[in-house]
């Protein structure tokens, strides 16, 4: 008896055993499943940002960025480029870490290991991954490895030190280009709550049952107590052990099923029963323990297992007492026992002994009983921690599902049955789950795409490959929506498909707001073609590029243009130069403070300057329906020294502010003169509008920079604060003031003090208006209008009257016809409430009362075809707004019958023609392609042109026939530019004329080359790239008189002091080549009207490039910089006269180092001018 309870016992300790184990296994399978589900939905959403192609756009802007900065990449990502580069293409990365509660940081880093981007921005954003403090960080081998095999990697468990040594994981992708070459590494840093929690957690009724993470070194990667424990406690206990010397043989590993190996001494260094389980994550291997205390395993069975034992030794005490006497009445009892133990150790629990004693006999059976109860008890324990497995399990897949919610997720066999959906699918397509679940994935086909869509669709994941598109789909109700979406082939462990994984973005929203936004584009495209050119390109709030606007002006100038025509085109040309050397001097703005940027002091006309800009800026209060009157006071022509550039811009930022703030009513620019004729002159002007105002604390921090009248204002009027600051400075910097007096609701006057000097330059007196029996009537609602019409008139000395309506109007002509003194001219404004201009007009020529005066018409909505019509109406003249006070004069003149050009509809235009000569002149250059520039450029002026490659020819040319004029290129090979003109100029030379005029042409505009070329005879000198204007005043000054057949200054396209301009233009071409693009095809098409011309030229300096480099090279591999600086001179001159500014940059700098004799940087810089040139190819072909 006390044999078999003990091995009663002995196998329902066994059996408690199993148990334990069993559930351990179960727990740890779930939980491994768990792991590794976590895991590769963590590489799905890491190898889904690493293809995006909005990530793979930031990391090359931010790589091309940083190349060009030459700075470091510490340096680059503190610099406003990186900021700037940062705010335009951040916000999806910065939305994925806020939208996954796994991610710690995201990073971009480049081929080098520099990190150029993370979202956290901690100390390690610049740093480099393979050099300094992070270079032995599992991170760093991580990326290493990503870039080196191309293939995703984990980087394990760490303590990272930028994130204060938070334990963290890396998983790292890599980024390709469009061409799949790699470009860089997508990184994420994630945080390990979330999966700790999971690992640790455990059923309630369990005390000692833990699960942990190991590494091959036994190293824990989970916490079993405390977080500290992770990385800094090695478990050493017999299954780690063992797992470590199996070197990873296989993906699963458990204990050996003999019982005996289940139980152990485990981390706590008690017996324990334990169950391990390999796991692989990528590339890094772990094994995941599970352990129970043998004795809480055991516990139910201890209290048994002593109880039966005295049970036993108490009835066997008692058998061998009375055992022959009451042997016949236990025999049965125990039979039944034995029976009862015997069906138990065959795991029956669920009986009962019936024995009816009360002796010792039926206590045994009853303790039997119960020892059965407290079995069936433990079994049902058992039970519930089974299903208390089972619920979490449960749990894990819901919490996978709860992960799939951020995206629309679809699963589909081979044929493209749906298995699997999840929520946001049925809720974007309306489905549910039953009804897309076994049906083919076409039921939600839109016919939006073409078949040969859908074809390349699954050749590409039949294959194997991954399928990116944006798809428009059809939902339940037949409405279409649109879905980003990446599909992923699906294979079994033999590597055969067997489904694929859809993962969608829903971009429904996107693509309407796409659908929108180019119905508004063509809405505005429409409306933009429909205004002049000069309306579209002088918006200062759009910073295009200039010398387009100046090439295609200057294009316009050399055409057949009526005088409207013209008048216009040459206000767009003024204003492009005027705002492309504000542009260039805000670049370089910071020198105002150091004291560094210089005036231009220049002559130019104050009236013409005024005039220039209120036509400039009259579009845009026209566009607000609102009054620009600039000029609002007469203004006698008068020049003056100073720099009209920075004056305008001064009054051109003050206008445009005005109107900006002005809903209704006028903005006025009034100026005046005070000083003597040989004192300095102090310009007092005042702009004033009648806006929304300033309150006095506006006013008090108006000029700060970046500052406006509050955060409501920027938003609602835009800008940047910077404007009014820039006034400020550029006034102060003319001895000048600016201050400002505003009411709010009512309006605003800045009023403006500058110095200017007096100039030597005296303006013709103008035409004087008759006097006698002249009278002018002006009618006009606008009272700053009337009052500056008047002022004029007074000051031309003429009787005027005004009122402020068409009714007044025709009762003082009625009247005054009556009375014998009729009014002779009529000034009209064409809108006017209750009776406009054209109605008015009307009336005075249908009443015959009255006799029929002169009448011009002012308008500020002036429209192509307008003049025509007035004529048609009755009107002898049509003038614009602002009133250009020159204009009217004219106008005035012409109607009174004093003008030569007498015409029955007078308007402020007239057309003009081209200068041309009759005159054969030679171009002496070694560049094929300044040889086609100049070519082209003097062929517009009518003239023959030869050439010559160098001197040698030049002079061979000049022996055999006479020239007009040879323009000379400075550095040419056999024999350069001065020593040809030292033959030229010797008596007992061949050359057959020795006085003729011979012009430098030459990228060298330093002073000391300008002094060379004069002494050795040459007559002047013009710098490349050539201005038109310069070429034309040259060809003017040097070609005989007899060469002349129309040429006139006045009437040539780039305006000059003569032509009474307000904007005076140097004759050398400004270049901020640091700002240049590649190539700026605006210069050609200033200096040729021919595109097929332009095409020719700009390939042909594409072609001879090769050769040029070749020379380079070779003069590099010679170590001979004299020569190296000649070729170098070379290609800058040919560049810049084609507009490939970086080139032409990259030359000038080399002939500098080459002359110096230090042609090291040269050497340096030679890759750099090889990709220009392939960067030059590509725009070229672009543009061309």
Not at 208 to 226: C, E, F
Not at 313 to 323: C, D, I, Q, V
Not at 819 to 824: C, H, T, Y
């Amino acid at each position: 008896m006390l044999t078999l309870s003990w091995f009663s016992t002995q196998q329902a300790s066994n059996q408690l055993r199993l148990e334990a184990r069993s559930l351990l296994a179960e727990a740890a399978t779930s939980k491994s499943g768990f792991i590794q589900n976590w895991f590769n939905f963590r590489f799905k959403d890491l190898n889904f940002q690493a293809k995006d192609q909005s990530n793979a756009f930031f990391l090359s802007q931010l790589k091309s960025d940083f190349k060009s900065s030459h700075k470091t990449a510490a340096d680059y990502v503190k610099s406003y480029d990186w900021a700037e580069q940062k705010a335009a293409f951040d916000a999806n990365l910065v939305n994925l870490l806020h939208d996954y509660d796994y991610i710690y940081d995201i990073f971009l880093i480049d081929l080098k290991g520099n990190i150029l981007y993370t979202v956290a921005q901690e100390s390690d954003l610049g740093d480099n991954l393979f050099k300094g403090h992070l270079a032995d960080t599992n991170f760093s081998r991580s990326v290493y490895e990503t870039i080196s095999t191309g293939e995703s990697r984990f980087s394990g468990i760490e303590r990272y030190a930028p994130s204060n040594n938070e334990l963290s994981g890396f998983l790292t992708a890599p980024m390709l280009d469009d061409d799949g070459n790699k470009m860089g590494v997508f990184a994420i840093q994630i945080k390990l709550l979330q999966l700790y929690q999971q690992i640790s957690a455990t059923t309630a009724d369990s005390q000692s049952r833990v699960h942990y993470l190991v590494d091959p070194n036994g190293l824990l990667i989970s916490p079993i107590t405390h977080n500290d424990e992770v990385l800094n406690k090695k478990i050493t206990t017999q299954p780690i052990l063992h797992w470590a010397e199996q070197q990873f043989n296989s993906n699963n590993f458990s204990l050996d099923e003999n019982v005996d190996n289940n139980i152990y001494i485990g981390s706590n260094q008690l017996p324990v029963i334990g169950f391990s389980q390999s796991i692989r994550i990528a590339n890094i291997n772990w094994l995941l323990i599970s352990e129970i205390n043998e004795a809480e395993a055991l516990e139910s069975i201890t209290l048994l297992e002593t109880l039966t034992l005295m049970l036993t030794g108490a009835f066997s005490l008692f058998a061998l007492l009375a055992g022959l006497y009451l042997s016949r009445k236990i025999v049965k009892p125990i039979t039944t026992l034995s029976k009862a133990t015997a069906a138990l150790s065959r795991g029956i629990l669920r009986q009962h002994v019936n024995v009816h004693s009360n002796d010792e006999i039926g206590e045994l059976a009853d303790t039997f009983n119960r020892m059965l109860v407290i079995r069936q008890e433990y079994a049902d324990t058992v039970q519930n921690q089974k299903n208390d497995i089972q619920r979490a399990l449960t749990q894990v897949s819901e919490q996978k599902f709860a992960m799939d919610q951020h995206s629309i997720v679809a699963m589909t066999d081979i044929d493209g049955t749906i298995t699997y959906v999840n929520d946001l699918f049925c809720k974007i397509s309306g489905y549910t789950q039953d009804e897309l679940i076994g049906n083919n994935h076409r039921m939600l086909n839109s016919a939006y795409h073409d078949t040969a869509f859908f074809t390349d669709m699954y050749d590409t994941i039949s294959n194997g490959g991954v399928f990116r598109a944006e798809i428009c789909n059809q939902n339940k109700s037949g409405e279409l929506y649109w879905v980003d979406t990446t599909i992923v082939p699906d294979k079994d462990e033999h590597g055969n498909l067997k489904g694929y994984t859809a993962i969608r973005t829903d971009i429904t929203y996107r693509k309407a707001a796409e659908k929108e936004l180019l119905v508004a584009l063509g809405t505005a495209k429409a409306a933009t073609e429909a205004k002049s050119a000069f309306l579209a390109n002088m918006s200062h709030e759009i910073r295009t590029p200039l010398n387009g606007v100046i090439g295609m002006s200057n294009l316009l100038l050399d055409s057949e243009l009526n005088k409207e025509q013209y008048e216009r085109t040459k206000i767009v040309a003024n204003s492009a130069n005027s705002l492309l050397a504000i542009i260039n001097d805000i670049l370089d703005f910071s020198k105002i403070e150091a004291g560094k940027l210089d005036l231009e002091i220049i002559d130019f006309d104050l009236s013409a300057l005024l005039t220039n800009l209120g036509a400039t800026m009259a579009y845009r209060a026209e566009e607000k329906g609102i009054e620009l009157i600039c000029p609002s006071n007469p203004i006698k022509s008068h020049w003056y020294k100073g720099d009209p550039g920075r004056i305008q811009q001064i009054f051109a930022n003050l206008i445009s502010n005005a109107i900006k703030f002005t809903s209704h009513g006028e903005v006025s620019v009034s100026a005046k003169i005070i000083g003597g004729k040989n004192q300095q002159h102090y310009l007092l002007a005042e702009v004033t509008d009648t806006g929304i105002g300033l309150t006095p604390k506006q006013q008090s921090n108006l000029f700060e920079r970046f500052t406006q009248a509050d955060d409501s204002t920027t938003r609602k009027y835009g800008g940047t604060g910077l404007g009014l600051t820039i006034c400020k400075q550029l006034i102060e910097l003319m001895n000048g003031e600016i201050s400002v007096e505003s009411t709010p609701n009512e309006g605003t006057t800045f009023l403006v003090s500058l110095e200017l000097k007096p100039s030597d330059y005296e303006a013709p007196p103008p035409a004087t208006l008759p006097t006698d029996n002249d009278k002018i009537l002006i009618v006009d609602d606008n009272y700053t209008n009337r009052k500056l019409l008047t002022g004029l008139c007074d000051f031309w000395q003429l009787d005027s009257q005004q009122v402020e309506g068409g009714a007044e109007a025709l009762e003082l002509l009625i009247t005054a016809s009556k009375e014998g003194k009729p009014f002779s001219t009529v000034i009209v404004d064409m809108q006017m409430p209750e009776m406009d201009g054209v109605e008015l007009a009307t009336r005075i020529r249908e009443e015959k009362l009255i006799e029929s005066p002169h009448l011009i018409l002012l308008t500020s909505q002036a429209r192509r075809g307008d003049a025509e019509k007035m004529h048609s109406v009755g009107f002898n003249g049509f003038l614009t707004k602002p009133v250009n006070q020159s204009g009217l004069h004219n106008a005035l003149l012409q109607v009174q019958g004093l003008s030569d050009n007498d015409s029955p509809m007078i308007t402020r235009h007239t057309s003009r023609e081209m200068s041309s000569y009759k005159a054969q002149v030679l171009v002496v250059e070694d560049n094929i392609t300044n040889q086609l520039v100049a070519r082209g450029m003097l062929e517009k002026f009518g003239i023959r042109v030869s050439v010559a490659a160098n001197g040698e020819e030049a002079i061979q040319a000049l022996t055999e026939r006479t020239y007009d004029l040879v323009f000379m290129d400075y550095q040419m090979p056999v024999m350069d530019g001065i020593q040809a003109t030292v033959i030229i100029r010797d008596p007992e030379s061949s050359v057959l004329q020795h006085d003729v005029p011979v012009i430098a042409m030459t990228a060298n505009a330093m002073k000391e080359d300008q002094t060379l070329c004069s002494k050795v005879g040459m007559n002047d000198f013009v710098a490349k790239p050539v201005n038109p204007s310069v070429l034309h005043t040259v060809l003017d000054t040097w070609l005989p008189k007899n060469c002349h057949q129309n040429a006139d200054m006045n009437s040539f396209d780039e305006p000059t002091n003569e032509e009474g301009t307000s904007l005076a233009i140097p004759l050398t071409m400004k270049m901020n080549l640091p700002d240049e693009p590649v190539f700026d095809i605006s210069i050609l098409q200033s200096l040729l009207s021919n595109a097929e011309q332009i095409r020719t030229i700009a390939n042909a300096f594409i072609d001879d490039m090769p050769n040029q480099l070749e020379l380079l090279q070779a003069a590099l591999d010679e170590n001979d910089a004299i020569k190296a600086a000649a070729v170098a001179h070379r290609v800058k001159g040919s560049a810049a006269s084609i507009g490939a500014g970086v080139i032409a940059k990259l030359a000038e700098d080399m002939e500098k180092s080459a002359k110096a004799g230090n042609i090291q940087p040269v050497a340096d810089a030679f890759a750099d001018l090889e990709n220009s040139l392939k960067m030059l190819k590509k725009s070229a072909q672009d543009q061309l």
